[in-house]
T-cell receptor, first 117, second 117 residues
């Protein structure tokens, strides 16, 4: 079974600064995907970024980028130029491509990020 | 596309009552997932369906919980009888998936906040 761990329950950052959220995972598989989801106070779950395990290049989406260290099983999210709208819960998630899993996600416990003006 | 639609948005009920949560997945998606979110346990997968068939219900907490997917455009999660410890936010998510491949990320509904008094 896979596990996903987010060791930072809460974090804060000043507006316009950079913040990094940590995520580690445990798996014996070689082919999988990793995701970061954002959950603002509205409760909606929004996909922020995803990374394919077979790709060495780190994924980037505008101000969001990841540092994917496959050997270390680490998948951190970096938010640059933080904005007030980035205030939310952030969930790291793992998805196996095992034939029987059907795109099932395993989530970490979440990190609550507050961006301060 | 309207996205994944869940109803009701909020549900308040008394202990012992039956509760039914509803979900309409995105048209064309063939996988549907029910998640429960609590402060203590984070996001937990309860059950998921592929092509309307339940694939893994090992996350369903107990026999009081049941889920159905009578057709590709509708699913229900029922709790009977409900208990205060069932209070949580319940998310439905859908995706388009084929075995062993990744086709689309999970798209989440806005969730149903259930309060059992």
């Amino acid at each position: 079974a896979q596990t996903v761990t987010q060791s930072q329950p809460e974090m804060s950052v000043q507006e316009a600064e950079t913040v990094t959220l940590s995520c580690t995972y445990d798996t014996s598989e070689n082919n999988y995907y990793l995701f970061w989801y954002k959950q603002p106070p509205s409760r909606q779950m929004i996909l922020v970024i995803r990374q394919e395990a077979y790709k060495q290049q780190n994924a980037t989406e505008n101000r969001f980028s990841v540092n994917f260290q496959k050997a270390a099983k680490s998948f951190s999210l970096k938010i640059s130029d933080s904005q007030l709208g980035d205030t939310a819960m952030y969930f790291c998630a793992f998805m196996t491509l095992d034939n029987n899993a059907g795109n099932m996600l395993t989530f970490g416990g979440g990190t609550r990020l507050m961006v301060k003006p | 596309d309207a996205g994944v639609i869940q109803s009701p948005r909020h549900e308040v009920t008394e202990m012992g009552q039956e509760v039914t949560l509803r979900c309409k997945p995105i048209s064309g998606h063939n996988s549907l997932f029910w998640y429960r979110q609590t402060m203590m346990r984070g996001l937990e997968l309860l059950i998921y369906f592929n092509n309307n068939v339940p694939i893994d219900d090992s996350g369903m907490p107990e026999d009081r919980f049941s889920a159905k997917m009578p057709n590709a455009s509708f699913s229900t999660l029922k709790i009977q009888p409900s208990e205060p410890r069932d209070s949580a936010v319940y998310f439905c998510a859908s995706s388009r998936s084929l075995r062993g491949t990744y086709n689309s990320p999970l798209h989440f509904g806005n969730g149903t906040r259930l309060t059992v008094t």
